[in-house]
């Protein structure tokens, strides 16, 4: 039993050699390619989302832009140079227009009462528009289209009727009128004087009041500081004859 004890070898546990640790320099290296590669990384991420945003940029680019459609204004298409002498006489209106309805306007500051053959109409207010019948135009006072205090409506009556009414009535001078005095309103800085001077002496030849109305519109832009051209200023001046309060 001795013998046996003593040929028994008794073992003791190695302990195991400690790890070597890297160079401090091969774990900066490390570092800094794992650095590397993570900026590498989130470049190419940024790289996509640009070329994802260029690419929306050009489809959008590439489509139709739709434009808010704005209501136009009311203003007089019919002026000297677009009526067409289509050779018509009142009674070929008559014949023509006898079951179409004409719509009127009122241009007049306040109301306007016209009893007719077919109906009686009343306008309250400026800017209204009744349907008329066509034996009703033709024989109202001159007065009332002739001021006017009622105008065709450009927009419920069609060119052809507009024409029509306007050539077989000879409204073409009240219409005239009405035009240089949509454009004063509309864009003054920009009307051609030349025109305008022919329009108000041929209008005060025949007894009209035009020059009051132009002489009313060109002080309220002034007002407003819509024309503040000195020389402009002066050219309406010798036209209208009177000067403007600047």
Do not use: C
């Amino acid at each position: 039993m001795e013998e046996n004890k003593e040929s028994v070898k008794k073992t003791t546990p190695r302990k195991s050699a400690p790890k070597k640790q890297p160079p401090k320099e091969e774990v900066m290296e490390n570092d800094l390619q794992a650095q590397m590669q993570q900026m590498m990384q989130m470049m190419a991420q940024q790289q996509q989302m640009f070329m994802a945003m260029m690419q929306q940029t050009q489809m959008q680019q590439s489509q139709p832009i739709q434009e808010t459609e704005e209501k136009p204004k009311k203003q007089t298409r019919v002026n000297k140079g677009t009526v067409k002498d289509r050779g018509m006489t009142k009674q070929g209106l008559r014949r023509k227009y006898r079951d179409t309805d004409i719509y009127v306007q009122s241009v007049f500051q306040g109301s306007v009462f016209y009893k007719g053959k077919k109906d009686d109409y009343s306008w309250d207010i400026k800017g209204e528009v009744l349907p008329m019948h066509i034996d009703d135009i033709i024989a109202m006072p001159y007065k009332y289209l002739h001021e006017p205090w009622l105008i065709l409506d450009d927009y419920e009556n069609n060119e052809e009727v507009l024409e029509d009414i306007i050539s077989a009535l000879e409204l073409e001078h009240m219409y005239r009128n009405l035009f240089i005095l949509n454009e004063l309103e509309e864009n003054i800085n920009n009307i051609d004087m030349k025109e305008l001077k022919e329009i108000i002496n041929d209008n005060k030849n025949k007894g009209g009041s035009l020059h009051l109305d132009v002489t009313a519109i060109v002080q309220q832009k002034i007002n407003t500081g819509e024309l503040n051209n000195i020389r402009k200023i002066g050219e309406f001046e010798k036209i209208l004859g009177r000067s403007f309060n600047k």
